[in-house]
Each structure stands twice: as C-alpha cells, then as structure tokens.
C-alpha cells in the first residue's frame, strides 16, 4: 500500500471480524516494528504476541476504561484475532545511558509500536494502541520476569468497522519555522 494511504488511514480500530490472523502476518508486523530506532540501537523490548482466548481473557481484567483505574475493563478487545502486548526490557538502555536513558528507551518503544500500528494497515488489519491497563496485574497474568515492563496492549484483527477520522489540528497550528 503506498505509504501516504496507510498514514492517513491508520485508526484506532475497537470492533473485529471473527476471524484469525497467521502467526506469519503477526511475526511480520513485529519485523516491522523491530525496525523503529531506539537509543544506541539497543531495541529494549519484547514483543508477546497472545491468540489463547483464555489469555486473552485474562489480559483484558487487567484494563480499564478512561482515567480510573478501577473502572470497568475494556472488554472490546476481546474480539480481536490476537493481542500484542509490548514490553520495555529498560536494563541496556540503563547499563549504558543509565537514568538519562529511560525516556529515550521509552520513545523507542513508541516508534516501534507506531510501526506496528501502521503495519497492521498496510496488511489489511486494524488495531488500537490501548495503555488503560494495571501493569503490575498484566505482568503476573503473562509471568513476566522481573525487569520487564508492559507498555502497551495492542489487539490486532480484521476490522468489522472503521471509525471515522478524528479531526486533527491543521498543520500551521503545531508548526514553527525558524529560519
């Protein structure tokens, strides 16, 4: 798809066909993500591609919806093929960078989430970028080892719908040129 079309149609997409995905469309999405920069090229993260519903299942106790933590979970991603859940491995970044490193670590992560987001478009999928999660329960339904931070719960699947386009503030309003 050319890359214009997938920016522009990149969504947060929240309802799924019944449908799956291959494990090869999934391990090519994390490809695409693994090729984002990150600090010193140390790519801190981990990719932890879940299609057991009962995991699944488990995975979506640990949200919540809007701001409060103790609000009702996100059960929509339970419709999706599968969820990526995108963890920050923070010990190189420290090793080299040591505190000053933890943002950059974490913009890392960021572009590399963005270049799933953007690959699930581009193979005919949706997904939405979810944060509304308590991390400490995440990390115990996973079994994450120590120094493994979920950062990010992305279901991913065949879109049943596609939201319109959120408006977005016009270019000349976030820009400054400096000449």
Known sequence: ??????????????????REISDEVLLKMVEHASLAPSPGNLQPWEFIIVKNRDLIEKIVSTTYSGNVKTSSPQTWIKSASAVIVVCYIP????????????????????????NL????????????????????????????PKGS????????GYPKEIPEAPPKLPVDQITTFIK
């Not at 010990?91 to 960021?110: F, N, T």
């Open 91 to 114: 010990r190189p970044v420290s090793a080299r960078y040591g505190d000053e490193g933890r943002v950059p670590g974490l913009l890392g992560l960021g572009a590399a989430i963005e």
């Open 117 to 144: 987001l953007l690959s699930a478009v581009n193979m005919g999928l949706g997904a939405c970028w979810v944060s509304g999660f308590r991390s400490d329960e995440l990390s115990k339904v996973l079994g994450l």
């Open 149 to 156: 931070e979920p950062i990010s719960i992305i279901p991913v």
């Open 1 to 18: 798809m050319e890359f214009e079309i997938v920016i522009k149609n990149r969504r947060s997409v929240r309802l799924f066909e019944e």
